[in-house]
């Protein structure tokens, strides 16, 4: 097995969820996560089997994005019965929160381990447009893709991707809250605003102090969801499945609440300056950009890290 990483660039996607809990608005990193395991685990295992390709993390460029307020949280597919027992008083009242659509611009980088990278190469060749076109990303249409490319090499996805349109690497920021004793607190407080005292009057400051500041100045930080943790355990229910026709099938489910954390807004003009190939080999997972599932059984949890390979 070698390592490999696949480029899938300037990937312009309308109509996306900006909603990554009922708590957050941002770009929903489990969404992206779930692409790069659909790619993988179902499309080139089906089409492209004779690589063997194995998931090792992925990371996010965001060149560009908008939010929109959306219209209400309220189809019928999100009630109990999902449209096919009317008669029957198993229906949920469906909630009346705004949805948070939006669009997109964003460079997606995948971390494969290959068995035979001409498989990849032939899928690239003959399958890799076809399928951006037709997928969805985070509820998204893909409406515009750049040329998909493999590399071996960090270094030279470094000099491909300072190629592209400027844009914000997403890193990892769960190091601000992961030691303090309250993290939700800690994770509040890295977002917010603070008065700051001005000890000298604005009159005679040659450069007059923020009226506000933020606790960690000199990085990007905000809230969003990288995980789930079950509040129970799995068990089979009627009606939970919007892929089956059989209203009396049961599905495994449970119930669960989204894990949130520090995430990280980090300039890739920066952080992609022409280096040598010594220094560049390492920028991902130094950087703390790779991203990647990790499991907690003990707690139930489900959550995405940035733990070097």
Request: hydrophobic share 35%; net charge negative.
């Amino acid at each position: 097995m070698s390592s490999y990483y696949l480029l899938l660039p300037t990937l312009h996607v309308t109509g996306c969820n900006w909603e990554s809990s009922h708590l957050t608005r941002s770009l929903p990193l489990t969404a992206m996560a779930g692409f790069a395991d659909y790619l993988v685990y179902f499309e080139l295992a089906d089409n492209a089997a004779e690589a063997g390709a194995d998931l090792k993390g992925f990371a996010v460029c965001l060149h560009d994005g908008q939010i929109h307020e959306g219209l209400s949280k309220n189809p019928l597919a999100l009630c109990k019965g999902n449209g096919l027992s009317q008669a029957r008083d198993d229906l949920l009242n469906p909630p009346l929160l705004p949805e948070v659509k939006g669009s997109l611009s964003l460079s997606l980088v995948v971390a494969l381990e290959l068995e035979d990278k001409s498989a990849l190469d032939e899928w690239l060749k003959n399958r890799a447009t076809a399928f951006l076109q037709t997928r969805r990303l985070a509820g998204g249409d893909i409406i515009g893709i750049g040329q998909p490319k493999i590399y071996s090499k960090r270094s030279e996805l470094a000099r491909e991707m300072g190629r592209l349109p400027p844009g914000w690497f997403i890193g990892n920021g769960a190091e601000f809250i992961s030691n303090a004793p309250d993290p939700f607190a800690a994770l509040i407080n890295a977002t917010a605003w603070f008065p700051v005292e001005d000890k000298e009057p604005q009159t005679t400051s040659a450069h007059p102090s923020p009226s506000k500041r933020r606790q960690h100045p000199r990085h990007w930080l905000y809230a969003t969801c990288v995980g789930y943790q079950l509040l129970e355990s799995p068990q089979p229910r009627r009606n939970r499945s919007h892929g089956s026709s059989d209203t009396n099938s049961a599905t495994n489910h449970a119930y669960a609440e989204p894990v949130h954390s520090l995430a990280e807004l980090v300039w890739a003009r920066k952080l992609l300056q022409p280096q040598d190939d010594s220094t560049t080999d390492n920028w991902l997972t130094e950087n703390n950009l790779l991203w990647r599932w990790e499991t907690d059984p003990p707690s139930r949890t489900v959550y995405l890290s940035t733990q070097a390979l």
